[in-house]
Each structure stands twice: as C-alpha cells, then as structure tokens.
C-alpha cells in the first residue's frame, strides 16, 4: 500500500523524467536529420552559387521596379502632364561596383559579398516565411552596400551577417522555479513543437531528394534548369531598368 502511495505521489516527476527522455530523442533525431539536410543544401548552394545570386539580385531589382512604378503612378496623379520620368533602377554587374585601382580589393569586395549572400539567401528559408522577409531585406541592403564599393562597410555587414545578429530569433527559455506540474505542460508542449519540426524536416523535398534520390546530385541539374527559366523571366521583367 505504502509503495503504490509514493509511486502515486511521485508520478509527477516519473512523468517529467519520461517527457525528457522523449524530448532528447525527438531533437536527436532532429538534429541528425537537419545536419543531413544542411550539408546537402550547402553543397546544392555552391553548385549553384552564380544562379542563386543572379536570382537574388533579379529578385530585388523587379521589387525596386514595382515600386518605382507605384511611386510614377502616385506621382502622376499629382501632376498630371507635368510628371517628369524617374531615374531607372539599373541592375547589378560588375561595372556597377565603384572602380579601384587595387585589384585585390575588387576580389575580396566579390568574395565577402558572395559568401554573405549565399549565407542569408532566402532559399535557404522555404520553410520560416517570417526569416523569407528578413532575408530578403538582409540581401537588399547587402546588394545595395557591395554596389557602392565600400570594403570597409562590406566587412563590418559581413561580420554582421555571420555573428548570427542579422537573422537573429528569440531564444525561449523555460524560467526557473516552476513546479513540477508546470514544468510538465512545459515539456509536453516542447515535445509537440518538437514532433511538429520533425515531420516538417522529414518533409523537406532536399531531404527527400537525398533520402530517396538513387543519385541525390542529380537534383543539381533539375535546379539548374529551374533557375534557368526563373532567370530569363526575371531578366525580361527587368529589362527596363537597363
């Protein structure tokens, strides 16, 4: 009687000991799986590092191009036959980049920019819709610092970018001092969040691509060609900004 009496009293905390043991299983295997994904990602990103960039660089140019016309239009409403053209967006190159005489600078100015964007790029987020954005924003303003040529600010964004501080997300802590019931529904919810980002990962196409692949790099030439026509469309959309 005395034991099924402490084993009642204790269940509480059995419980929690459980919901632990599960939850490290659970972000084992999440981790493992995300590692997986991660490398096989990178290695996807520096197959296709030119293509992503250009999409990128596209991308930002026909957003900069919606708003210049919504802008004309606003701005045609104001005065009327009077409204002069606006100065047109031009697209990113090499010539847009300020000249030096120091040609390794130039190189350095190109590594940290690529390295930078294919680090923020918003493919990387298919599955966060909220860090898209932020990416998105993040690589405009890295498109917009490595145009102006400025090594020094390029260095300091760069550093930026890779402290983790550019797409930073709040970490949640459990506080301390909670009861064990409380920290019970803690657990359960993380242990759900953590059942939730499984199956998300699990889900992942580049997961599935290396899972069930029988050549996961054959996945490299079907993204080729979807850049591809991304690209060509991108560039007739822009073409004005030339």
Same mark, same amino acid.
């Given at each position: ?171 949640? *802590? ?50 080729? *060609? ?17």
């Amino acid at each position: 009687m005395l034991d099924k009496k402490l084993q009642i009293s204790n269940k509480p905390a059995l419980d929690q000991l459980f919901l632990k043991g599960q939850i490290e299983a659970l972000r084992k295997e999440l981790e493992f799986i995300e590692q997986k994904t991660i490398a096989f990602e990178t290695l996807l990103r520096t197959s296709l590092a030119d293509e992503l960039i250009e999409k990128q660089e596209l991308r930002i140019i026909y957003k900069k191009l919606k708003q210049a016309k919504k802008e004309k239009r606003l701005e045609q409403k104001k005065r009327g036959k009077n409204y002069k053209e606006p100065i047109g967006i031009k697209p990113i190159s090499t010539a847009a980049v300020n000249k030096t005489s120091n040609k390794e600078e130039q190189k350095e100015i190109k590594r940290l920019y690529r390295e930078a964007m294919l680090h923020v790029h918003p493919d990387k987020f298919s599955m966060n819709e909220e860090k898209i954005d932020l990416a998105t924003e993040v690589t405009s303003k890295l498109i917009d610092i490595y145009r102006a040529g400025n090594l020094h600010e390029l260095q300091q964004y760069h550093a930026h970018i890779f402290s983790g501080n550019a797409l930073n997300q709040e970490i949640k *802590v459990l506080p301390k001092g909670t009861k064990i019931i409380a920290q019970n529904s803690y657990l359960k919810k993380e242990k759900e969040h953590l059942e939730d980002l499984l199956f998300a990962a699990k889900n992942r196409h580049t997961y599935k691509v290396l899972t069930e692949y029988p050549d996961p790099l054959l996945f490299v030439e079907e993204l080729r *060609v979807y850049y591809a026509d991304k690209i060509i469309k991108l560039r007739k959309r822009t073409r004005k900004a030339v």
